[in-house]
């Protein structure tokens, strides 16, 4: 039964126009943060507050704003870019305090906005001051959601205490969901995926994490995506006797064994892709109408998790410095290239992420 809801839920949302799916979003967080009030005294509302988590996750839309803290990783990934941009010119660094303050400015310009913490490439904890900028950044007034994703490598003790105090100081309950990705249920498969040996460090530090949350009776979301390899088997029951040893009862978990690419993607014969859509490209891709600032100071339209492909700028719209007018109307040419001209960016050419919301 409640599958049925949650799949009458869900097809019930993607009917909703943008506007209304952020209003929708904004709805339930107001409604979790009073549940999660409840939630300290008695254990009633964690129902309810799993009903939130899945209507908000499934309300996020498709224009958030992507906020690069850093684009260096600790990780080198066979299903993303990373390692190939490695043996680029590209410059791999953290966010400046300068540029945090130009990015701030041109968040005044949206409205309603959901900020995720997910670089295109790179983790977020590896940024030494990643605590300090997300809190100004949530501070913004335009900011009434966001969102963290990480691969939990760095997820130490300390990088834990920062997170749960963070998480106490967001009295608006900005912060909705943490994300955190995990290569496989044991340790050759995950060295296989991350090309490093992590696994029981990760492992450890979750669970020890999940311990904490539940110590300081916190309620976010947490969100585990497994990354399978082709031939890989996930069973849910594992998945969460090793990674919620503490039963946090706002844990899920959701596995793939299928990744995003295009054209000009060098595929591995480990895991498995996406088919390309048979749609006929004439409108261009929704999520070039997302944003992302990215750490070293430019600004992109991030239509995917491969829209920034190695010695490839087609779809940046400009740098921090540039007034908001120039970056919006280097989006539109972008854009009116696409479905006038049929001038596709090169990430896009056979991309299997192709999303046009009609």
């Not at 691969?151 to 909705?176: E, F, R, V």
């Not at 955190?180 to 090309?195: H, M, P």
Request: with cysteine; glycine share 4%.
């Amino acid at each position: 039964m409640k599958q049925k809801i949650k799949i009458a839920t869900e097809l019930f949302l993607n009917q909703l126009s943008e506007h209304n799916t952020r209003w929708v979003s904004l709805f339930f967080s107001r409604i979790k943060k009073k549940l999660s009030t409840a939630y300290f005294h008695q254990k009633w509302s964690i129902q309810l507050i799993r009903l939130c988590d899945f209507i908000i996750v499934r309300t996020n839309g498709f224009k958030f704003i992507e906020f690069e803290l850093t684009n260096i990783c600790n990780a080198q990934c066979i299903f993303c870019p990373y390692p190939d941009m490695l043996r680029t010119e590209k410059k791999f660094m953290n966010m400046s305090d300068v540029l945090l303050a130009q990015n701030l400015e041109k968040l005044n310009h949206f409205k309603n906005a959901l900020i995720s913490f997910t670089p295109t490439t790179g983790d977020t904890l590896l940024h030494p001051e990643w605590d300090y900028f997300i809190k100004k950044i949530m501070q913004t007034p335009s900011v009434k959601q966001a969102t963290f994703f990480t691969n939990a490598i760095k997820l130490d003790t300390d990088n834990q205490n920062k997170l749960i105090q963070l998480l106490k100081d967001d009295k608006a309950q900005k912060m909705s969901q943490l994300y955190f990705s995990i290569g496989g249920l044991n340790a050759a498969d995950y060295k296989t995926l991350y090309k490093v040996n992590r696994f029981d460090l990760v492992v450890q530090q979750i669970n020890s994490f999940l311990k904490l949350l539940l110590e300081n009776n916190l309620t976010i979301g947490i969100h585990l995506h497994l990354k399978m390899l082709r031939a890989g088997d996930f069973e849910m029951d594992k998945a969460m006797a090793i990674l919620n040893q503490s039963a946090y009862p706002f844990l899920y978990i959701s596995h793939s064994h299928l990744y995003y690419s295009n054209d000009g993607y060098n595929r591995n014969a480990q895991i498995g892709y996406y088919k390309v859509t048979d749609l006929e490209k004439k409108k261009a891709c929704s999520y070039l109408y997302k944003t992302r600032f990215a750490a070293d100071g430019s600004i992109w339209a991030d239509g995917c998790v491969i829209s920034e492909m190695p010695n490839d700028s087609s779809l940046k719209l400009g740098n921090a410095n540039a007034s908001w007018d120039e970056i919006e109307n280097t989006r539109q040419s972008l854009i009116r290239r696409w479905e006038d001209e049929g001038s596709i960016p090169k990430p896009c050419i056979g991309c299997t992420v192709y999303h046009c919301k009609k």
